[in-house]
């Protein structure tokens, strides 16, 4: 009997083969002949492209001086005996600011009157002589010499005259000049002389900053005024109360940078500054800067393919997405800036990136409203896009 079974085990297990390479076939052909099903659309969250202007506020902080400052000094020199104002006092047109010893000039004054005086006589009694000359030559009882003479000496008498008059007038405005009055209204803002002092002509004694006009002073680096362009309205605030503000454009810039800070002295002229804004006062100026147009997408939307970043392009009408190559400007904590890559209209997914693969076919989940950050210097986002109906 065992051997018997022996014979037969061969052949058995041929059959066996034979039935499981039939049962293989049939099922390879029932495959080919099945329809392979649709694979799932994956779901993901989608945004619509847009594009922008990247703006950035450059801010810097600086001071409110005088537009105009005028520094007032005596005519002629002289002992500073009186100066009645200090730094911050509101002068008015005409005010005495200082006040010279004036004995010099009142005893030449004094000269002057006297001289004044002795030319008159000499204008009278060359008048006289000349009087009775011109009689005396119509008679015929006096002769051309001396009537020339009487003539010549009226004449130089009269010149003598005007002489002394001019000198009264010099002297009485030089005594006037020891007096130094303001020829505008204004606010002191230095004092560079103090009584008792002997001063030149032409050595300023305060310094007046004048009430028609404020600017806001700013140093500035060059590489800011490289990317300064046209005339915009620049926003001014005060330090500490940033409500107070006013608006102003760039009134003059030096022509030459700081030796110490390597820094241009920007001179801001201010439209309508409010009263608070007084001299000094620390200010902040704001600067818009916009940029030509730009992408910003989510942050949650870069990937990477390779060593570059890359974003999922949905395919609107085939509903799959394919990796596109970006060049990023710049990165904020929410937000990434595209400067080539992405036109607007286009939808890029924003969530759901990571399991995803060349031409997979995806759906478009509604869009979840949030209280998201606005950026004050980037434009917005994106949109999200309309989910397929």
Same mark, same amino acid.
């Given at each position: ?7 037969? $085990? ?7 083969r ?8 049939l ?5 080919? +002949? ?8 994956? !779901?993901? /969250?989608?945004?619509t ?6 703006? +950035?506020?450059?801010r810097?902080?600086?001071? %409110? ?9 005596f /005519?002629?020199g ?6 009645p ?5 509101n ?5 005495? %600011? ?16 006297a ?11 060359a008048?006289?002589?000349?009087? $009775?000359?011109? /009689?005396l030559?119509?008679?015929?009882? @006096? ?12 004449e ?6 005007? +002489? ?10 030089r ?11 204004g606010?002191?803002?230095?004092? +560079?002389?103090? !009584?008792?002092?002997v ?6 004694v305060?310094q007046?900053? /004048?009430?028609?006009g ?9 590489r800011l ?14 330090a ?13 810039v030096?022509?030459q940078?700081?030796?110490?800070t ?15 804004? $007084?001299l ?10 916009t ?6 997408i989510?942050?949650?939307?870069? @990937?990477?393919?390779g060593?570059? !970043?890359?974003v999922?392009?949905v395919?609107?009408?085939?509903? @799959?997405?394919?990796l &596109? ?26 969530g759901?990136?990571?399991a995803?693969?060349?031409?997979? &076919?995806?759906?478009q989940?509604p ?5 998201g &950050?606005?950026a004050?210097?980037?434009? !917005?986002?994106? &949109?999200?896009?309309?989910?397929p109906?």
């Open positions: 009997m065992m051997q018997l079974s022996k014979r037969l $085990r061969p052949a058995d297990a041929s059959v066996v034979s039935a499981a390479l039939a049962a293989l076939m099922t390879l052909a029932a495959c080919q +002949n099945e329809k392979a099903a649709p694979a799932e659309a994956r !779901p993901v /969250r989608v945004v492209v847009e594009a922008g202007k990247l703006a +950035n506020d450059i810097l902080s600086g001071e %409110i001086r005088a537009e105009k400052n005028v520094g007032l000094a /005519r002629i002289g002992r500073v005996v009186e100066r104002v200090n730094v911050g006092d002068i008015k047109a005409g005010q005495v %600011i200082a006040r010279l010893a004036p004995t010099i000039e009142q005893n030449a004054l004094s000269a002057a009157k001289a004044l005086e002795a030319a008159r006589g000499e204008v009278d009694t008048r006289s002589t000349f009087v $009775r000359q011109e /009689r030559m119509a008679q015929g009882f @006096t002769t051309r010499p001396r009537f020339d003479q009487a003539l010549k000496a009226q130089s008498a009269q010149a003598q005259l005007e +002489n002394a008059e001019a000198q009264v007038e010099l002297a009485q405005d005594l006037g000049f020891t007096e130094l009055r303001a020829a505008i209204a606010v002191v803002t230095a004092r +560079n002389v103090e !009584p008792g002092e001063v030149q002509p032409g050595q300023v305060v007046l900053a /004048r009430e028609d404020r600017d806001a002073v700013f140093n500035v680096p060059a005024l490289e990317t300064q362009t046209g005339d915009g309205a620049i926003r001014v605030a005060l500490d109360a940033p409500s107070v503000s006013a608006f102003g454009r760039v009134r003059e030096a022509p940078a700081d030796p110490v390597r820094t241009f002295q920007v001179r801001v002229g201010l439209q309508d500054p409010p009263e608070a804004m $007084r000094g006062s620390t200010v902040v100026g704001t600067l818009e800067l940029s030509d147009a730009v992408v910003s989510p942050a949650s939307a870069l @990937t990477q393919q060593l570059s !970043p890359a999922w392009v395919d609107p009408k085939q509903s @799959t997405v394919s &596109r190559n970006v060049d990023i400007l710049r990165f904020d904590p929410d937000h990434v800036v595209i400067s080539q890559g992405l036109e607007p209209g286009e939808i890029i997914v924003s759901g990136i990571q995803l693969h060349l031409g997979q &076919r995806v759906r989940l869009p979840v409203a949030h209280a &950050r606005t004050a210097a980037l434009p !917005p986002a994106g &949109r999200p896009a309309a989910s109906s």
